[in-house]
């Protein structure tokens, strides 16, 4: 049993102000494994206040002090990573095979950002004027419980990058995995306030960071929903805002493609992450002439994915968050049925021989119309749409009826075609006939999937202010 009853504020664990406590559960087994106690207004004051003292000084360091200091926080990270791996399986129940890929990629987010950094340029000549890219302040860092250890590292590492100092809000569901992240930062020995971490309610503490005048910038990753209301929170101070949104990601698979590859390339585009994926591709757009075929290749695939135990290196799919979200995925299912979509694979309720556990069946609905619930809202979890469409015209405006644009994939048996269908997508990021990353090209979403960009030169951008400086000829 795990109790978290300190938070971290100007260099060192302290115990907060804060009594509120949240349960901390294994989403597969439905047991309390821990409770972590909650910071509360008065917490997060205190870490804005400690962040603020520290700006001035950490504004003025060096590019190479800065990235210097990346690299020590990439190898404290990098000596942490098993058991960031292991508190992701046993409090997220994310699959192991997964989780040890986002340990990894939280250390790595070090090292991207000092590579970015160091091939910026934060002085240049424009004209008569001398631009100089100043860090805008202190910032507030929101993360979600799909990818805690991954989102805290990487707006950190962009941040510190950029010369702000911040406080992190990250969510409670997962302060196991933020303690040990914690731990790995504090044994970096940064100096007191760069970096701050409450846990804490988002309408306590995240409410907080978005309406307070010394926070110059928010960076949240979560539900659209919540992310208008950060923004609406920081417009009396003008606050500069990056969100990174929902999604409703479209998988466009085209006549020429070669199906037997495409369509379980597109199931699996749906089911990254358990389906608890912003850019998760739950909406897979086929022929209509080509129904038939997709549906039989679809069912293989989505009945071939392994559910289970998320310790297990061959499971696939793990149990959703919480029950709340598996309560939530069991509405969606139903109501694709009452919508009248045709269930082809899974249904309501627990996979078979899984008595305990968060889990979902793995869902497949066809006969779906893009107007439907199931198609226009995000589910967030492993419920798959399949769409059929007249032609490329008609698939090109199915895929951008949505209100979010933040990832498309194209599936063709060219990339020539596959590129020219992508360059009419609205989303921020198009993968063309495959699931490839890109750690430095800019993240982020069209439409209400968000503002602004993460990542890269473009991440690091949005965490600077241009100041000219003109003097006479």
């Known amino acids: 049993m795990r109790n978290i009853d300190q938070i971290y504020i100007d260099g060192a664990f302290v115990t907060p102000h804060g009594r509120e406590q949240a349960e901390l559960i294994n989403p597969a087994t439905e047991a309390v494994i821990g409770h972590v106690t909650l910071g509360d207004r008065e917490d997060t004051l205190r870490a804005i206040a400690a962040a603020k003292r520290a ?3 950490y504004a003025r360091t060096t590019k190479a002090e800065r990235i210097a200091l990346l690299q020590r926080l990439h190898a404290a990270v990098l000596a942490r ?31 991207l950002a000092a590579k970015t950094l160091e091939q910026y340029p934060l002085t240049r000549q424009i004209g008569s004027a001398q631009v100089v890219m100043e860090p805008v302040g202190v910032a507030g860092l929101i993360t979600p419980w799909n990818s805690n250890a991954g989102f805290i590292c990487n707006k950190l590492a962009t941040a510190l990058a950029a010369g702000c100092t911040v406080v992190i809000k990250p969510s409670e569901m997962s302060a196991i995995q933020t303690q040990v992240v914690t731990e ?3 044994a970096a020995g940064l100096p007191p306030g760069l970096f701050n971490i409450v846990n804490g309610r988002g309408d306590v503490v995240g409410a907080e960071l978005s309406s307070h005048p010394d926070i110059a910038k928010i960076s949240f990753t979560g539900s659209t929903a919540v992310g208008k209301a950060i923004q609406r929170a920081g417009a009396d101070t003008l606050k500069r805002v990056t969100l990174e949104l929902g999604g409703k990601s479209p998988t466009v698979v085209l006549d020429d493609a070669d199906f037997a590859t495409a369509i379980p390339l597109a199931v699996t585009a749906g089911f990254q992450n ?3 994926a912003c850019l998760a591709g739950t909406r897979i757009l086929v022929p209509e002439h080509r129904l038939d075929e997709a549906i039989a290749l679809a069912r293989a695939a989505v009945e071939a994915a392994k559910v289970g135990d998320p310790r297990d290196a061959a499971t696939e799919i793990g149990p959703m968050v919480s029950r709340k979200q598996w309560e939530r995925v069991q509405g969606y299912i139903r109501k694709g049925t009452e919508e009248g979509a045709r269930l082809i694979a899974g249904g309501e309720g627990r996979p078979a021989g899984l008595a305990a556990g968060f889990y979902v069946r793995p869902t497949l609905f066809a006969g779906v119309r893009n107007d439907m619930v199931i198609a226009r809202e995000e589910i967030f979890g492993p419920v798959l749409c399949l769409i059929t469409y007249r032609d490329e015209e008609d698939a090109i405006a199915i895929a ?3 209100v979010y644009g933040l990832q498309a994939v ?21 993968l063309i006939n495959g699931l490839h990353h890109e750690p430095l090209a ?12 993460e990542f890269g030169t473009f991440g690091l951008e949005a ?9 006479a000829a």
């Open 81 to 111: 990573a098993d058991d960031i791996n292991a508190a992701t399986t046993e409090e997220y129940g994310g699959p192991v095979s997964r989780a040890s890929w986002v340990a990894r990629y939280a250390a790595e987010a070090f090292l």
């Open 442 to 453: 800019p993240f982020g979403g069209f439409k209400q999937s968000g503002i602004g960009r």
């Open 463 to 471: 965490y600077l202010e241009p100041k000219s400086v003109i003097r």
């Open 184 to 186: 790995a930062l504090h």
């Open 55 to 57: 700006w001035p000084a």
């Open 274 to 276: 358990s389906g608890q």
């Open 410 to 430: 194209v599936l063709s048996g060219s990339d020539e075609h596959a590129l020219a269908v992508g360059s009419r997508l609205q989303a921020g990021r198009v």
């Open 400 to 402: 951008n009826d949505t």
